[in-house]
């Protein structure tokens, strides 16, 4: 596991993208998140004070009241463009994982200063190296790929590989993801 820190919350034009990376590695990991996430997230960075507490904040206050603690997080997998996340908890003298979206473990974790981890096979597969833009010194963020674009790509690998029944099989894949639907 990577331990990595939120570098920022941004939008982008699918979205907002939460950017996790670990400052011994130069790959981020964005992950999309929704606006509530975002916000919760958003909020805790930039220190506002918010009048009551809010999802996160009392989830975090339970678990304080039953004395379970947050050990950690996890960004643990990654499948068909989708984050696992869970939390990992101690209370009573066990660990317990509760299975969580990425952005709302996050969000937990900042406020009970818990570390983020992300899985080796997650950052190799997701992470990217953001560049600068030199005009206006922002990341650039690319969307995620489609799951037709991830498919074209393991295709013209098979085909580099010799992997020719494998090949076959993801052309296949292409061909019914590419009809058009009819009525």
Not at 13 to 41: M, W
Not at 124 to 151: F, H, T, W, Y
């Amino acid at each position: 596991m990577i331990p990595v820190e939120v570098t920022n919350v941004s939008i982008s034009n699918v979205g907002f993208v939460l950017l996790l990376k670990n400052p011994e590695d130069e790959r981020t990991l964005p992950i999309f998140i929704g606006v509530p996430e975002a916000q919760a997230i958003a909020i805790l960075l930039n220190k506002v004070e918010v009048p009551r507490p809010l999802t996160h904040d009392l989830l975090k206050n339970v678990l304080d009241i039953l004395e379970a603690r947050l050990d950690r997080v996890e960004v643990h997998d990654l499948e068909d463009g989708t984050f696992f996340g869970r939390l990992v908890l101690f209370s009573e003298g066990r660990e317990i994982k509760v299975d969580s979206r990425p952005s709302d473990a996050v969000a937990l974790a900042l406020r009970c200063r818990a570390p983020i981890l992300v899985h080796e096979k997650v950052m190799d597969e997701a992470g990217i190296v953001l560049e600068d833009k030199a005009d206006a010194g922002k990341a650039v963020v690319q969307r995620p790929k489609s799951r037709l674009e991830e498919l074209k790509a393991e295709l013209a690998k098979a085909i580099e590989e010799e992997r020719y029944e494998q090949a076959a099989i993801l052309r296949d894949r292409i061909k019914e993801l590419s009809k058009p639907e009819s009525n």
